[in-house]
């Protein structure tokens, strides 16, 4: 078995589903975030932040204290993503085209985490409000 996600084509593909028809049903299953109540979880620090992206797009560039999720949710990553699976998981990627994100979400929900949210506009999102983001490529602060 693969570690890396499938991207939502490919899980349409595998599921012999159409992509927009799977896209619909994972973005209403799963809880929604907008930028906004994200920041506002990131600064209360009450929220695990889980990017689905291969490790060198995480370590490119990722949103604030973003842990790194780069291949399948196994119970063991979940664990260690997510200790408290009483706690808020938020799951984001590159951005709405990319899937990986609404597959996480999933994957947390099915191992029993009770308040799974998906941001889906994901680092684009993040970016296009001009907010600063971590890693290699990320814009520096100025003193």
Not at 16 to 45: K, N, S
């Amino acid at each position: 078995m693969t570690t890396a996600l499938l991207d939502l084509a490919e899980l349409a593909a595998r599921a012999d589903v159409p992509a927009e028809r799977l896209r619909h049903y994972a973005e209403t299953a799963v809880r929604q975030i907008d930028r906004d109540d994200l920041g506002a979880l990131l600064d209360a620090g009450a929220v695990t932040l889980v990017e689905a992206s291969p490790v060198p797009h995480h370590d490119a560039e990722h949103l604030p204290g973003a842990a790194n999720l780069p291949g399948e949710l196994s119970a063991d990553r979940a664990a260690r993503l997510a200790p408290e699976r009483a706690g808020t998981v938020v799951t984001c990627c590159a951005g709405p085209s990319c899937g990986r994100s609404t597959v996480a979400a999933a994957g947390f929900i099915r191992l029993g985490c009770a308040d799974v949210r998906l941001h889906n506009g994901g680092k684009t999102d993040w970016s296009e409000a001009g907010l600063l983001s971590a890693g290699a490529r990320a814009t520096p602060t100025v003193a």
